[in-house]
């Protein structure tokens, strides 16, 4: 039974099963890429600050988006995807 059929029916036997990574668009420039690697990073310890109980971005110094980053096994954020990070948390309620 896939995925979808599974859905369909209202329950769900299989394990979650993440989708498969797509190469990025080739013939863009630099910094579109750095941009999208950072949107989707902050969108990943955003959803793991709104997990942990973080729901405010006044309670999200730079100190805890880094320690959560480091619970979640990513690299250190920089300071332009904290803010952004606070910026989700803000725009998310």
């Not at 999208?36 to 990943?44: D, E, I, S, T, Y």
């Amino acid at each position: 039974m896939n995925a979808i059929a599974a859905s369909k029916s209202g329950f769900i036997t299989a394990p979650y099963v993440p989708l498969e990574k797509k190469r990025l668009p080739a013939g863009r420039p630099r910094r579109w890429y750095v941009a999208h690697n950072r949107r989707l990073k902050a969108m990943r310890l955003t959803i793991a600050l709104l997990d942990s109980g973080v729901y405010l971005p006044n309670q999200a110094t730079n100190d805890t988006i880094r320690r959560t980053a480091d619970q979640i096994e990513l690299r250190p954020p920089s300071d332009a995807t904290c803010r952004l990070v606070r910026t989700l948390l803000r725009y998310s309620r």
